[in-house]
């Protein structure tokens, strides 16, 4: 059964996380079946266009007003040989129920039957003795039939090491594979013995390439709100110097802009005079507004983002006092929201949302960190612009 998600619902303000797949239900109007969600979520419940659980879904599966498989659909041909055949058992509701219940426990950040099933090749490994293969066999008959050939993640041999693991000295794989021997049993264990190795080097050569990925976790995500200020700006600095209509007078390509906005938008302008209608606006919205109406510049979605990046350098380095309340948020994901602003520039919450504004923040913090670090001459801040060479002081 293929699981999508993510999914969720809201019980008393809290997110319920969520996975869904396709099962077969019976219609109550003419018995005929057709295609339809199962959602199961983490506190057990599950949803098939009526509210269940577990016990429900077993009496559901049992009274056939739910299929795992296409009723009338004509079964797949025996297998001549269970130890070559490359299929898995059939899927049963049984084995369904047991998949559902696997679902659970991993939405809750438990072990599933696959997991616990390795947790115990690995016992094994550590102490070859028979009541620990016991526990092995035991813990791979509880992986759903149906899943008891992938459980290795090996394409080419699927589980059959494991099985002949699980298959005493003497006896045949599956009941028609070969005969097991010492030598067999030993063969398995060196091929999970190179899996460790593998796995080994990999995590390695991760540890190399990935040298600079973050240690730890990092702050927590600021978010960037659109404030309306009727009063006018504050006079006490805060997180709204962030926004880009704040008025920051800032020198951007021997030009003058009121804000990051004025400057954006008049940029966008093709014709030379709604440049400085723009650049002329008394606030950054009424700017915008105007920009907005004017023809744009024909490059203007190639070089937009490079024009914003270096707009915002010149802000925060021409404005130490803007400068700090920037690094003051650390390491945190800047989430930049509003109404105001293309899906493009911001957090929005659909997939529209591409939260630019956020990331070139992001971006300038940095580099006024490395200034800190490095100082001016491993200045990394400098771009060239619409054919204006610029440097970030930074």
């Known amino acids: 059964m293929t699981w999508r998600g993510p999914t969720y619902r809201t019980v008393d303000g809290e997110r319920i996380d969520g996975a869904w797949c396709h099962v077969w239900q019976r219609s109550r109007w003419d018995a005929e079946y057709y295609l339809d969600d199962l959602i199961v979520f983490a506190d057990g419940a599950v949803r098939c266009q009526d509210r269940t659980d577990l016990a429900g879904l077993e009496k559901l599966l049992a009274s056939g007003r739910i299929s795992v498989t296409r009723p009338g659909a004509p079964a797949l041909p025996d297998e001549p040989s269970k130890w070559r055949s490359r299929r898995g058992e059939p899927l049963t509701p049984e084995g369904f129920l047991s998949e559902v219940a696997d679902k659970i426990e991993e939405l809750n ?3 599933t ?9 690995r016992r094994y490994q550590q102490e070859p003795e028979e009541r620990n293969r016991e526990l092995l066999r035991d813990a791979y008959l509880a992986v759903p039939a149906h899943r008891r050939i992938y459980v290795l993640g090996d394409m080419d041999l699927q589980d059959r090491p494991l099985r002949i ?3 005493d000295l003497g006896e045949a794989v599956d009941g028609d594979g070969p005969v097991v021997t010492a030598d067999m049993h030993q063969e398995s264990l060196d091929y999970f013995r190179r899996g460790d190795e593998g796995v080994a080097r990999e995590q390695e050569r991760r ?10 976790p990092g702050q927590a995500a600021v978010i960037s709100h659109q404030t309306v200020y009727p009063q006018g700006w504050p006079e006490a600095l805060g997180l709204f110097v962030l926004r880009n209509d ?6 951007f390509a021997s030009e003058i802009y009121p804000s990051v906005l004025h400057g954006y938008w008049a940029m966008s302008a093709a014709d030379t005079a709604d440049h400085r209608l723009v650049q002329e606006m008394p606030s950054g919205r009424e700017a915008q507004d105007l920009g907005g109406r004017a023809v744009q510049r024909a490059d203007w979605p190639a070089v937009r ?3 914003m990046g270096g707009l915002l ?3 925060f380095t021409q404005h130490p006092e803007l400068a700090e309340i920037l690094l003051s948020t650390g390491d945190a994901t800047i989430s930049y929201t509003g109404f105001s602003d293309s899906p493009f520039w911001r957090d929005a919450p659909d997939s529209r949302g591409r939260n630019w504004m956020g990331r070139l923040l992001e971006l300038v913090r940095s580099e006024l960190r490395a200034k800190q670090s490095f100082g001016d001459h491993r200045d990394p801040g400098s771009s060239t612009v619409a054919g204006n060479s610029t440097k970030s002081q930074i």
């Open 207 to 216: 540890a190399v390439q990935y040298a600079d990925d973050p240690s730890g």
């Open 246 to 251: 704040y008025p920051a007078q800032i020198t």
């Open 113 to 121: 039957t696959g997991q616990r099933c390795w947790e115990a090749i």
């Open 165 to 167: 693991l699980l298959t």
């Open 305 to 307: 983002l490079a024009v």
């Open 313 to 315: 350098r010149a802000k």
């Open 109 to 111: 950040g438990r072990p």
